[in-house]
């Protein structure tokens, strides 16, 4: 296999030199004309500016939002005391139909979710 005018396509970046000015020249990379370079690109930041970091708005939403959730109970102790005092009571009336939709709700998610191709008619 050959490679032909690789010297002077400008598309090849030689990793041995640096730019040097706003004409393009370049010149062979060395410590000191590569210190040059960076300092005439402007003053570099402070160590005290470089490790300034910003969280966007977003990012301390989703903090928060985790928190809340680690801090909520997995199980509802308040709910599962209204539900048992209900039923205890004799006051509790479940409804049967909402129940149906909701499990067969509920399985046609978990297929869903097994198999994202499948078509439910």
Do not use: C, H, W
């Not at 709910?79 to 709700?105: C, H, M, P, T």
């Amino acid at each position: 296999m050959s490679v032909n005018n690789v010297k002077n396509s400008p598309n090849v970046v030689n990793p041995n030199t640096i730019q040097t000015s706003d004409t393009g020249k370049t010149e062979k990379a060395s410590p000191k004309n590569a210190a040059a370079a960076y300092a005439k690109a402007g003053n570099p930041p402070s160590v005290k500016e470089a490790a300034n970091v910003q969280i966007s708005q977003r990012a301390k939403e989703m903090s928060m939002a985790k928190k809340v959730a680690e801090e909520t109970p997995d199980v509802r102790e308040d709910k599962i005391a209204q539900f048992r005092d209900l039923i205890d009571k004799g006051e509790y009336k479940a409804d049967s139909e909402k129940i149906a939709n909701a499990i067969v709700q509920e399985a046609m998610r978990d297929e869903i979710a097994r198999d994202p191709g499948i078509v439910l008619r």
